[in-house]
């Protein structure tokens, strides 16, 4: 085996040895959190929670935005109680489940970046602070 066959082959190798673990740093993908935690109500459309795939009942919360949407989720909204129920469910892998949903419905979002993870934070806290200043 030549040096350049090597090399191709261990490049090859390590990087799909690496694969696993790259996914696993970046948590699991919103089609998973859906399955796991959401679509306990978001299946069947348990206390109004919109449906999967429901166009009309998600059109209005995709029009809010993918920030605003995903930090009101996040803290609560409606009969729905934050991060869905699940209190350690992180953020990053949150907000994939409200991208799964929302491109399930109508809408063309990414999953979060950094900058999408400041925005939903920064949502969160007006939010927060609104919730506060209704009581």
Known sequence: MSVIAFTRSYLVAASLAALPLAVAAQGKPGEQVYKE???????????????????????ALIKEGQAALTAHAWV?????????????????????AVVFMANASGAGWKDPDAAMLDRIRAEEKKRIAELKAKK
């Open 76 to 96: 609560g909204m409606g009969a729905m109680p934050p991060r869905g129920g699940k209190p350690d469910l992180p953020l990053d892998e949150f907000g994939r």
């Open 37 to 59: 935690t959401c679509s306990v109500c978001h299946a069947t459309g348990v206390v109004n929670a919109p449906k999967l795939g429901d166009k009309a009942k998600w059109g």
